[in-house]
């Protein structure tokens, strides 16, 4: 079974970091990509990130770009994170979601959201 879990969520003020993980167990998959996906209250959910395990190639909102860097460890199925320079609006429950659709691309990756994980909570205080 596939399972993804996340963590590293918690209370930040604005300005701070934190770094979110995603583990994947379950598969064994050599082509694949983790996104980062995250849904405020009353808001729609929206991508965050994508990382493609193949080519390294990786997708950032505009909204996060330059305060969020997303990396993996392909050997422990991991994929990272890190959020600077947190604000408030950065205030939402972070999810993380595999595709195994083949083939991954710069174009495709994270487009075929199959496995999800549970979530964990960002809160950033002003």
């Known amino acids: 079974e596939v399972q993804l879990v996340e963590s590293g969520g918690g209370l930040v003020q604005a300005g701070g970091s934190l770094r979110l993980s995603c583990a994947a167990s379950g598969f064994t998959f050599d082509d694949y990509a983790i996104g980062w996906f995250r849904q405020a209250p009353g808001k729609e959910r929206e991508g965050v990130s994508c990382?493609?395990?193949?080519?390294?190639?990786?997708y950032y909102a505009d909204s996060v770009k330059g305060r969020f860097t997303i990396s993996s460890n392909n050997t422990k199925n991991t994929v990272y994170l890190q959020i600077n320079s947190l604000k408030p609006e950065d205030t939402a429950v972070y999810y993380c979601?595999?595709?195994?659709?083949?083939?991954?691309?710069?174009?495709?990756?994270?487009?075929?959201?199959?496995?999800w994980g549970q979530g964990t909570l960002v809160t950033v205080s002003s």
């Open positions: 990382i493609s395990s193949s080519d390294g190639s990786t």
């Open positions: 979601a595999a595709d195994f659709r083949l083939p991954i691309t710069q174009a495709t990756m994270c487009r075929y959201l199959e496995v």
